[in-house]
Nanobody, 119 residues
């Protein structure tokens, strides 16, 4: 079972990026999915989560109004109005329990994709 994140890159402040995370080895249609990030020298932090149905979402205060999480057979993170402080390695996560995703104790994790926002 693997989660594969992609879409990271270098962008100027105020720009946009769209991250994607797809699963291989099993289907995650009944799983809550989410995104975390870890900046250099900092702890990993929650970014956003979405329920298995897509009907409920959660966001960190720092990204509300700028980032949007969505899903179909994969999970996406549309990031707009990017700031230099959004620079981090972004990870996707999956668990049957959305609370576990939000708390950072999800069962499945993908490798990270680096987002760098220049000022």
């Amino acid at each position: 079972v693997q989660l594969q994140a992609s879409g990271g890159g270098l962008v100027q402040a105020g720009g946009s990026l769209r991250l994607s995370c797809a699963a291989s080895g099993r289907t995650f249609s009944s799983y809550a999915l989410g995104w975390f990030r870890q900046a250099p020298g900092k702890e990993r932090e929650f970014v956003a989560a979405i329920s298995w149905s897509g009907g409920s979402t959660d966001y960190a205060d720092s990204v509300k109004g700028r980032f949007t999480i969505s899903r179909d057979n994969a999970v996406y993170l549309q990031m707009n109005s990017l700031k230099p402080e959004d620079t981090a390695v972004y990870y996707c996560a999956a668990d049957r329990d959305r609370g576990s995703v939000v708390r950072g104790t999800a069962r499945y994790w993908g490798q990270g994709t680096l987002v760098t926002v220049s000022s």
